[in-house]
């Protein structure tokens, strides 16, 4: 693998995840739909990985930029 393909630089990564605390060094995978909702009341969940993770379904280019 491409040391260069790795979640900080793919398309799905999102790294602002919508108000939910992470490290900073990680992010939100967009990749599937949310999973594990629990009940109706809550809200499925996103997997977060770190900005150096990768896996095979990366895609090059990004969604955001720093200052969304
Ligand atoms: S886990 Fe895969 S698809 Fe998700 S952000 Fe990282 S490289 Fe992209």
Known sequence: MNSTA??????FFDLHSNGIQTP???GLCRFNPPV?????QDHGLWP???TNDWCGHFAS???QTAAE
């Open 61 to 63: 280019g990004s969604t």
């Open 24 to 26: 900073k060094q990680d």
């Open 36 to 40: 594990s909702q629990p009940s109706a």
């Open 6 to 11: 790795t979640c900080s630089k793919c398309a």
């Open 48 to 50: 977060v990985v770190s």
